[in-house]
T-cell receptor, first 112, second 114 residues
Framework: AQSVSQHNHHVILSEAASLELGCNYS??????LFWYVQYPGQHLQLLLK??????LVKGIKGFEAEFIKSKFSFNLRKPSVQWSDTAEYFC??????????FGAGTRLTVKP | ETGVTQTPRHLVMGMTNKKSLKCEQH?????MYWYKQSAKKPLELMFV???????ENNSVPSRFSPECPNSSHLFLHLHTLQPEDSALYLC?????????????FGPGTRLTVT
């Protein structure tokens, strides 16, 4: 069965620090990959997605993610975080004709 | 706003009560989903409807009963719940379950079972 692992449960950074959140999945076929963000008290919203093509995907608010097929990874990055990036981040994967599977989430706290 | 609304936003119910959660999407999508979000756990997919037909039931206890009267509305009927059912229940929609898609989420209903 598909599974998604996010190894960092809680990350604490200072403003302007660089961010990388790990995401690994366990499925060998063609996959679609997503990162969602949930700001405090708000709904889940899409940050970025990968379906095919360039493995380096750019999303909203300066986030990007890189799909490395050989490592089954889709890590999220941002060169310089802001206090407003404090939120919970969820990686999600769906294989063709399968439903989406989410990771447990990584809580990011950015200190001003 | 994502175009997916959920009511109520908060619900406290006793174990013998019967209540319903409502979800409505204004996006013209054909697939709708119920998820359970508990702290420090992955989102758990509960039910999937595609073109009003239930296509997935991930071993959800029968005390949860979904209903999809049309492609814009989705309900989750609750009865004789347990305290461990306390969680955030999220509704989502997407264009079509069977093609590459992104899901749009509602704000959730925070359920507390006492």
């Amino acid at each position: 069965a598909q599974s998604v692992s996010q190894h960092n449960h809680h990350v604490i950074l200072s403003e302007a620090a660089s961010l990388e959140l790990g995401c690994n999945y366990s499925y060998g076929g063609t996959v679609n990959l997503f990162w969602y963000v949930q700001y405090p008290g708000q709904h889940l919203q899409l940050l970025l997605k990968y379906f095919s093509g360039d493995p380096l995907v750019k999303g909203i608010k300066g986030f990007e993610a890189e799909f490395i097929k050989s490592k089954f990874s889709f890590n999220l990055r941002k060169p310089s975080v802001q206090w407003s990036d404090t939120a919970e981040y969820f990686c999600a994967v769906n294989a063709v004709n399968n439903d989406m599977r989410f990771g447990a989430g990584t809580r990011l706290t950015v200190k001003p | 706003e994502t175009g997916v609304t959920q009511t109520p936003r908060h619900l406290v119910m006793g174990m013998t009560n019967k209540k319903s959660l409502k979800c409505e999407q204004h996006l013209g999508h054909n697939a709708m989903y119920w998820y359970k979000q508990s702290a420090k756990k992955p989102l758990e997919l509960m039910f999937v409807y595609n073109f009003k037909e239930q296509t997935e039931n991930n071993s959800v206890p029968s005390r949860f009963s979904p209903e999809c009267p049309n492609s814009s509305h989705l309900f989750l009927h609750l009865h004789t719940l347990q305290p461990e059912d306390s969680a955030l229940y999220l509704c989502a929609s997407s264009q079509d379950r069977n093609r590459p898609y992104e899901q749009y989420f509602g704000p959730g209903t925070r359920l507390t079972v006492t």
